[in-house]
Structures are given as C-alpha cells and as structure tokens.
C-alpha cells in the first residue's frame, strides 16, 4: 500500500500540464533529432523496416509516429478473422462479468466507468476484453482491425497515469481514468476499440477519412507509449490460444469472428 501511494505521489507530481508540454516541446524540438539514432539503439528498433531513412526525420516525435515499408505488416486476410490493431504486447485477455466488470492485476474495473455509457456498457455483460501495450520501441499506428463502419467516437479523462506493467499493478484504476478515445465499431461483430493515452503525452491523432473502412486501414497513431484496450460482446469471437503476454504485431490474427 505505501509503495502504491508513493507512485501515484510521484506520477502526479510530474503529471501536470506543464510538464507535459515542457515535454512535447523537446520531441517536437530540432534538438531532439540528435535523440533519434540513440533511441533506434537502445530500443532495438529494426530501422529496415521504417519507411524513411532516418536522416529525414526532423526531430524524435516524427520519428516516433514513422510509417513502414507497405509490407512490413502482412494483414490477415481471412474473411472471419480479427486482426491486432498494433504492435505491442498483449499483457491481458480475459472475462467479463455479468455485471460489467473485469479484473487487471487485482484491481476491478467497471465497463461503465471505461466507456462513459452504462447502456452501453451492458452489452458487454459475459463478453471478453484484450489489453495490448505498446512500449516506446513499438511502431505506434493504429490499423482497423475488421471490415467496420465507425459508428460513434468520442474522448473521455485527462491525466494519464503510466500504462506499463508497473502503472497498471500501482496505478489508481487507471484505464477507467486516462485520457482515452472510445470508438464503437460495427462489422460482422459489434466491438469497442479504445485508445488510452500514456503519461504526460495523451495525444492520440486520428487519421482515417471516411467511417467505413476496412481490415488494416490506418485508424491513427499514438505520440508517445501507449495501450490499447478491446471489448467483446458475450460469444462473437473464439481468441487464439495463448495469448497473454505474447508479443504481437499489427496485422496478425488474434481472434475468430463468429
């Protein structure tokens, strides 16, 4: 319990505005293009992979939210399948409860609370959830991951707490307070996609055109580490085995629509 409230003393008092924009100010800074060949380095970044060359990024944010090669993310093709909207880490994949609500290391989150809607948030009653996590080496788009139309998008929270392992076991409950994105997607199956926003960087920048798209269409892009949280109505998708804490790319099939 005191190494609980000593991060969250500490997440907060480095958690304001200023220093989130002292922040976004270096990335977006000439200066930090010096920081571009360091981080490839320590973070093991596969820089063949990347679009650009990384001389013609001008400063670490650009470098951050870099496209890549058209075929470095085969997408799944299988008319039923269901796609991993993002590289990263699938760190949960479990239950929800009849009374709207699943567990992330021993803490209990509420549906309703995460979404903003408590209508909306029965439908989900028996359903399952995924958590993917995306640490800074990742490529940090996000890709439609089914056939969809965007039916309704809007943004929740404000502060962001980290949303690494460490974060979600010490946190304060912090994917229901985060800033975050809710999009409710329709296609073969009803599902929720939600973007949550990292510490002191929430900007999550949508960049697709038209609200019908399709499996792999680029949805937006996070600046700075991120999560990526999946809701499931009770018995549309049959998951792939094993994957709790399988390092996943965009593109590669973790569930079957049924």
């Keep these: 319990m005191v190494k609980k409230k000593i991060f969250q003393l500490c997440v907060e008092l480095t958690n304001g505005e200023l220093s989130s924009k002292a922040l976004k100010k270096l990335t977006k800074s000439n200066l930090s293009r010096l920081m571009i060949q360091p981080f490839a380095k320590v973070y093991d970044i596969d820089t063949d992979e990347i679009l650009d060359e990384l001389d013609d990024f001008r400063n670490l944010n650009e470098f951050f939210i870099r496209k890549l090669h058209p075929n470095a993310r085969p997408i799944d093709k299988k008319e039923d399948s269901f796609v991993s909207p993002t590289d990263g880490v699938i760190s949960e994949v479990g239950h929800i409860s009849e009374n709207s609500t699943f567990i992330v290391k021993n ?3 509420n549906v309703k609370t995460l979404v903003g809607d408590k209508e909306f948030a029965d439908k989900y009653k028996g359903g399952t959830y995924i958590i993917i996590y995306l640490s800074p080496k990742n490529y940090h788009r996000i890709h439609f991951p089914l ?20 974060g979600l076991e010490l946190g304060d409950n912090i994917l229901s307070y985060n800033y975050r ?7 073969k199956i009803n599902y929720t996609l939600i973007p949550v926003g990292a510490q002191n960087v929430n900007s999550i920048i949508p960049t697709y055109e038209s609200i019908y798209v399709k499996k792999g269409d680029e949805l937006g892009y996070f600046e700075f580490g991120s999560t990526v949280v999946l809701l499931f109505e009770k018995d549309n998708i049959l998951l792939e085995e094993n994957l709790e804490n399988k390092v996943i790319k965009m593109g590669e099939k973790i569930a079957t629509v049924l």
């Design 181 to 187: 994105q809710v999009y409710k997607l329709s296609g």
């Design 147 to 166: 056939n969809s139309q965007v039916k309704e998008v809007y943004s929740l929270g404000k502060y962001s707490y980290p949303v690494n392992k460490l």
């Design 107 to 109: 803490q209990v989150y």
